[in-house]
């Protein structure tokens, strides 16, 4: 599948603060992307801080964490930013035309997973061959 050029509005550059209890251990999102692909929003845990603060989307591109931009950086090296972050998390985002949309995200599966056929019909029931 090929990815969609993905079209932003310069108004809906959006900052989101987090903040997580002693009890949480994450902030409630996954990314996917990195080191050359940008960094999408894929997934928003429900009762999470990302949840809560009501301002993230599936899809949302980010743009940086705590102020330092992560445009260009490795997948595992976000997440270490993410894991230093401590109780609090400032997070800017993009929002695209193509945010909240899941299908988008098809893009960032590994290619094995979209070669994958689909499964086979069931056979024709007795009656049809009457």
Do not use: W
Request: aromatic content about 2%; some cysteine.
């Amino acid at each position: 599948k090929t990815a969609r050029p993905r079209c932003f509005d310069p108004a809906m550059q959006i900052t989101a603060q987090l903040k997580r209890t002693p009890q949480e251990k994450g902030f409630g999102f996954s990314i996917v992307g990195g080191a050359g692909n940008p960094l999408l929003i894929s997934k928003i845990t429900p009762n999470s801080p990302a949840s809560r603060c009501g301002s993230l989307v599936v899809g949302d591109t980010l743009i940086s964490i705590n102020g330092k931009p992560v445009e260009g950086l490795a997948h595992p090296q976000v997440v270490s930013i993410v894991k230093q972050s401590g109780a609090d998390m400032e997070v800017v985002v993009m929002r695209s035309q193509d945010s909240g949309d899941t299908s988008m995200l098809d893009s960032a599966q590994p290619a094995a997973a979209a070669a994958v056929p689909p499964p086979l019909p069931p056979p024709p029931s007795e009656d049809a061959l009457a």
